[in-house]
């Protein structure tokens, strides 16, 4: 991966259980993104949280962010059957806000 | 509302081939990103264009070249195709207001096959 790695690499759930995944980056970031991926579709925006933010909460979806340890979570609560789907964060650079890395995903599938 | 537009969805090529993939990002969105993602790989950042000029690159080869036009889109062109450029293709735009809130818009990909 070019900025860091999630964990785990795939996760199986049933529907109504909580999915945590966690990701760790390299460099100094002034943001940390989620994005969900469907089978060979296009990555969608989840939710952004700032490197001054610790929390961030959307709907069923946590984030939290400990940039001592360079290292997110997110957690989906409740999980649907259609949040089945890779799961990848991203970062930027603190130097460079064109640049964007993407952690190397975790697979989720939640059985109905 | 519009989102970001990537032609051809799919594209077949020959070894030693070109290929030339497209990208229409959001209106008004004066920044676009090139990712590739080969198979089970996370998306590997490749070249960026902010207001016409390339912005930053990453992981692109030499093979390969882009640009972004007056009308903001943008192409990839690729050259020299080998077996391991077989991947999707995908192109992402934002506002280029950069800061603390950039998000990217993802289009759907070009699925490019080299054989």
């Known amino acids: 991966s070019q900025q860091g790695e999630e964990d785990p690499q795939a996760l199986s759930i049933q529907e109504g259980e909580n999915a945590t995944m966690n990701c760790s980056y390299k460099?100094?970031?002034?943001?940390l993104q989620w994005y969900r991926q469907n089978s060979g579709r296009g990555l969608v925006h989840l939710i952004l949280?700032?490197?001054?933010?610790r929390e961030k909460h959307s709907g069923r979806l946590r984030v939290t962010l400990d940039t001592s340890k360079k290292s997110s979570s997110l957690l989906i609560t409740a999980s649907r059957a259609a949040d089945t789907a890779s799961y990848f964060c991203?970062?930027?650079?603190?130097?460079?806000?064109?640049?964007?890395?993407f952690g190397s995903g975790t697979k989720l599938n939640v059985k109905p | 509302a519009a989102g970001v537009i990537q032609s051809p969805r799919h594209l077949i090529k020959e070894k030693r081939e070109t290929a030339t993939l497209k990208c229409y990002p959001i209106?008004?969105?004066?920044?676009v990103y090139w990712y590739q993602q080969g198979p089970g790989q996370d998306p590997q950042f490749l070249i960026s264009?902010?207001?016409?000029?390339?912005?930053d690159k990453g992981s692109i080869p030499d093979r390969f070249s882009a640009q972004q036009f007056s009308d903001y889109h943008s192409e990839l062109n690729m050259s020299s195709l080998e077996l391991g450029d077989s991947a999707l293709y995908f192109c992402?735009?934002?506002?280029?207001?950069?800061?603390?809130?950039?998000?990217?818009?993802f289009g759907s990909g070009t699925q490019l096959s080299v054989l």
């Open positions: 992402a735009s934002s506002s280029g207001q950069g800061g603390f809130d950039e998000k990217l818009f």
């Open positions: 460099t100094s970031i002034n943001n």
């Open positions: 949280i700032r490197s001054n933010e």
């Open positions: 991203a970062t930027d650079d603190e130097n460079n806000f064109n640049k964007f890395y």
């Open positions: 209106p008004r969105h004066d920044t």
């Open positions: 264009f902010y207001e016409k000029m390339q912005s």
